[in-house]
């Protein structure tokens, strides 16, 4: 069965870094999705994405993240500047033409230090 | 206002005993999906149902189902003939309006726990 893949599954980081977040989508998928989870709580969206353009993105997504998708394969998220306040698990979800299920990929723990 | 409500933050079942996890929802959209999530301790989350406001049967899939109350915004799932695997955290969550490719509105999770 296809699925998502993200990469790395961890990933440490200092403050002030830049991390980029790697998403591989379903083959046939046009529809992405990050959306972050801080450890205990609930799973909160950050942003679609849509015909290589943003559709919507919440009150998180400030201008130190930035999504693209480089060589219409990956999906990435950017995180210019990291805050310890970022240390979060990321997911990434991507959603077929026909479908209204958002297949969520295994996630990448970020960690802040 | 919180969108999603799920009051059971924990729950503890016996194995093989049916379960029903509590979701409501607050929604003025005429258009909506309802999903449930899965996310055991490993991390990720897996889709388990969904259920569009204008479906008229209760979504079903193998041993979860949705009992989807519309006048009460009220969508539980309930697991049938639960198992050991099924110790996870559920989360309801909810797309509103007519477009799929809205984002998905998560609740807060109720952490379920099957006894042997």
């Known amino acids: 069965e296809p699925e998502v893949t993200q990469t790395p599954s961890h990933q440490v980081t200092q403050m002030g870094q830049e991390v980029i977040l790697r998403c591989v989508p379903i083959?046939?998928?046009?529809?992405f999705y990050w959306y972050r989870q801080i450890l205990g709580q609930k799973v909160e969206f950050l942003v679609s994405?849509?015909?290589?353009?943003?559709?919507?993105k919440s009150e998180i997504f400030d201008d130190q993240f930035s999504v693209e998708r480089p060589d219409g394969s990956n999906f990435t998220l950017k995180i210019r500047s990291t805050k310890l306040e970022d240390s979060a698990m990321y997911f990434c979800?991507?959603?077929?033409?026909?479908?209204?299920?958002?297949?969520f990929g295994p996630g990448t723990r970020l960690t802040v230090t | 206002a919180q969108k999603i409500t799920q009051t059971q933050p924990g729950m503890f079942v016996q194995e093989k005993e049916a379960v029903t996890l509590d979701c409501t929802y607050d929604?003025?959209?005429?258009?909506?999906?309802l999903f449930w999530y899965k996310q055991p301790s490993s991390g990720e989350m897996i889709f388990l149902i969904y259920?569009?406001?204008?479906?008229?049967q209760n979504a079903t899939e193998g041993r979860y189902s949705l009992n989807f109350q519309k006048a009460r915004k009220s969508a539980n799932l309930v697991i049938s003939a639960s198992q050991l695997g099924d110790s996870a955290m559920y989360f309801c969550?909810?797309?509103?309006?007519?477009?799929?490719?809205?984002?998905?509105?998560f609740g807060k999770g109720t952490r379920l726990h099957i006894l042997p």
């Open positions: 969550a909810m797309r509103e309006g007519p477009d799929r490719d809205d984002k998905i509105i």
């Open positions: 929604t003025s959209d005429p258009s909506y999906g």
């Open positions: 083959s046939n998928h046009l529809y």
């Open positions: 979800a991507t959603r077929g033409t026909d479908d209204y299920e958002q297949y």
């Open positions: 994405f849509y015909n290589n353009e943003i559709s919507e």
């Open positions: 259920q569009g406001s204008y479906d008229q």
